[in-house]
């Protein structure tokens, strides 16, 4: 695949971040995109000219049109990675907030289907990377509210995949990684708040910059003819890991 510009969405920490790093390393314009300007700014001295910076919300329009603004001047895109996310609650069924729910949903669908629409009006979009969860198939004690955006995430992505919305739309898992979210279950008196501790005293977490290094493989490096082999890449699986290494 050739050089090109990706726009990376949630690039002020955690995945998003690591995958922007990655991208840029790799000798990419990277369109660098998140509500914290701070973050990104180090983000930017860190990468060098590669990575242009873009603070914004994409939950909002005014978000949604920084983003296209920045691109204007280019054609085709040859990727976009949906990294945006809210943290969100862990909290026992009966204590969802309903009213809560619409922002999350604001940042984790709402916002990709709206960046995906505005870029494909003025643009050729090569590639579309989703990062999923298994949380959104497996619900957990506990998790409800998690369990329930990420699954009309995923559905939202897997709708883009049936409708071609770009040449080639991605789906990741990047199973178990050291994020925000895992200290949120390690504060939290949920069931697997246990299960969590032991796994990182097991070493079990990937770090960021490990997922990303897969993530960043599979929407760069492989081929056309290896994505339509899967519906779905998962760095926990040894031969996802392999196709792309």
Known sequence: MSEGTYIVTGASSGIGRAVAANIARRGHRV???ARSEGPLTALASQCGP???VVPADVASEEGIAAVVDAVRDTAVIAGVVHGAASLVPLEVYA???PSELVGHFAVHVAAPIALCQAVAKGHVVERMLFIDSYSASTPR????AYSIVKAAAQMAARSAVVE???SHVIRVFPGAVNTPIVDAVLASDTPTAAEFSAMLDRGEFAQP???AEFIAGVLISASD???ETREAW???NPEDRAAVF
């Open 50 to 52: 590669h990575v242009s």
């Open 95 to 97: 204590d969802v907030d």
């Open 141 to 144: 004690a506990g998790w409800p």
């Open 31 to 33: 369109v660098a995109v």
């Open 209 to 211: 910059a490990e997922a």
């Open 234 to 236: 998962d760095y926990s």
């Open 225 to 227: 003819d290896l994505l």
């Open 164 to 166: 071609g919305a770009a």
